[in-house]
């Protein structure tokens, strides 16, 4: 296998199990460049300690830098004081599910960082999971002097590891608070809620769907109905050719065949400018092949064949992307079209009213409005407490 063959093998791997292509690129952060800022950072803090140092703080502190025990890093985490009452969920938030899998990915992206703070628990002695060791690894508690602040603990084996740590959870949180979806909420209640919505979302559509079967022939149904029951038999049939060639895509992984087995799909041979390379490289192997070149323009027709390559694997790797978010969006149309469905549905009770699976139907769409506003209040309370948090380190 060529050199380049086994980059578009990596790289097509990275990208079927959803490591973004650019993402790692662009976002990895080199571990140097992440312990320096952390070393920096460090010495803001130790600058502060000398200018206190009439308490015996340092001492203790010195002290545990030399032993064996945990070294800890504090910061204050202060909302707005109109937002004291619900701090809590900074709690929850920073504890929840949601955040410890996103802080872990942080971690992934800078490995030397991750074993800084992970070495003393990998090993054939610790079987517990990353996760459970990183939960273990940190705490927070509502302050009892400052109803708006919460105090963040966090510890490790040295006071390098716990400050490293404590950029990562610090830089990761803001991240999150930003980039927060009502479909993958922070805080556990909320993510709890958004699943039993989900839950109740697909009863709904699977009796909807039950119920039209049923009616398909019926002599009721309106042009409008006519229209979307054909919508989405075209947008099923898109959705089935996306998993198709998805799935192709996994099993040429799978088995390990050769990477230009990944240009039999036709969804990425014909993706942007794939075509175009897949030209440009064949010409010039030609040239390195059936020409005598004098060893300048060799070496030159050598560099711009490899850039080529690098080229159709960076393309390659988008076209995966692309089909993997066509799909995303065909099934998102696919349940908007059914909802459409759905709704004229509930609109004929005259017809359905004595129907079992109607009632069950209506009993499932009473209790997902229920939920709906419930999780809406909660959500937008949350967004609320979210605005204006300040992060503090304790010196």
Do not use: C
């Amino acid at each position: 296998m060529h050199p380049w063959q086994s980059v578009l093998l990596i790289l097509i791997t990275l990208t079927v199990f959803g490591v973004g292509f650019y993402y790692d690129q662009i976002e990895k952060d080199s571990a140097l460049a992440y312990e320096d800022s952390l070393i920096a950072l460090k010495e803001q803090i130790t600058e502060k300690n000398e200018m206190n140092s009439s308490t015996p703080f340092l001492q203790e502190s010195a002290h545990l830098e030399k032993s064996n025990a945990w070294a800890e890093t504090k910061i204050i985490l202060e909302v707005l004081h109109k937002n004291s009452n619900f701090a809590h969920m900074h709690k929850e938030a920073i504890k929840g599910d949601t955040f410890i899998a996103s802080l872990l990915e942080t971690l992934d992206k800078n490995p030397t960082a991750k074993e800084l703070i992970f070495s003393p628990f990998i090993n054939d002695f610790f079987s517990e999971p990353e996760s459970a060791i990183l939960q273990s690894l940190y705490s927070i508690a509502l302050e009892i002097k400052a109803k708006n602040q919460l105090l963040l603990t966090v510890r490790g084996h040295s006071s390098k590891a716990s400050t490293l740590l404590a950029k990562a959870i610090i830089d990761t949180y803001k991240r999150d608070l930003g980039q927060e979806s009502r479909d993958k909420p922070l805080v556990n209640k909320l993510l709890k809620q958004r699943k039993e919505i989900t839950m109740l979302e697909q009863n709904q559509l699977q009796l909807a769907e039950q119920i039209q079967e049923e009616n398909e022939n019926s002599s009721s149904q309106s042009i409008e109905e006519i229209a979307i029951r054909s919508e989405l038999i075209q947008t099923t049939n898109e959705i089935n050719s996306y998993v198709a060639a998805l799935l192709e895509i996994e099993k040429i992984h799978l088995s390990k065949k050769d990477p230009n087995e990944y240009l039999t799909i036709n969804e990425l041979s014909t993706f942007g400018s794939v075509e175009e390379f897949l030209t440009s490289i064949d010409r010039l192997q030609r040239m390195l092949v059936n020409q005598d070149l004098e060893p300048i323009l060799k070496k030159e027709v050598t560099k711009n064949l490899t850039k080529l390559k690098a080229s159709l694997n960076q393309e390659l790797a988008m076209g995966i992307e692309h089909i993997k978010e066509l799909s995303r969006t065909a099934l998102e149309q696919k349940i908007q079209l059914q909802k459409k469905l759905l709704d004229l549905e509930m609109m004929k009770n005259d017809i359905h009213s004595l129907h079992p699976r109607f009632k069950l139907l209506k009993s499932v769409k009473s209790q997902l409005d229920e939920k709906r506003a419930i999780f809406s209040a909660d959500f937008q309370r949350w967004q609320n407490v979210k605005q204006g948090v300040v992060f503090t380190i304790v010196p």
